[in-house]
């Protein structure tokens, strides 16, 4: 059982930066591929991006591309997401969730995909 708490989330005006992170405990983080999803109100939950077990590929969905990077440190269990340039229409609540063994990028940008979830963190980007 994996268990994934993320932090880092706040309120940062439109055009800034925040880095959210993602602590696992209860398994080996290196055998997961590690995603970050986001949910605004109303809306239904948004893949962001992701990182393979393995190889380290990561994926972005294309609102993020060049603005996003999510990075992991394996022996210290944490997964991060560092958001640049910072829009209004990012603020969500952002969950990160784990992958036995995902590599494969189809199931890696599909939430359905994931074994486990963190209850998330609130971003909000005032305009």
């Known amino acids: 059982q994996v268990q994934l708490v993320e932090s880092g989330g706040g309120l940062v005006q439109a055009g800034g930066s925040l880095r959210i992170s993602c602590a696992a405990s209860g398994g080996t983080l290196s055998s997961y591929g590690m995603g970050w999803f986001r949910q605004a109100p109303g809306k239904e939950r948004e893949f962001v991006a992701a990182i393979s077990y393995s190889t380290d590929l990561a994926y972005y969905t294309d609102s993020v591309k060049g603005r996003f990077t999510i990075s992991r440190e394996n022996a210290k269990k944490t997964v991060n997401l560092q958001m640049n340039s910072l829009k209004p229409e990012d603020t969500a609540v952002y969950s990160c969730?784990?992958?036995?063994?995902?590599?494969?990028?189809?199931?890696?940008?599909?939430?359905?995909?994931?074994?486990?979830w963190g209850q998330g963190t609130q971003v909000t980007v005032s305009s």
């Open positions: 969730a784990a992958l036995l063994w995902g590599q494969n990028r189809d199931r890696l940008t599909r939430g359905s995909a994931y074994h486990y």
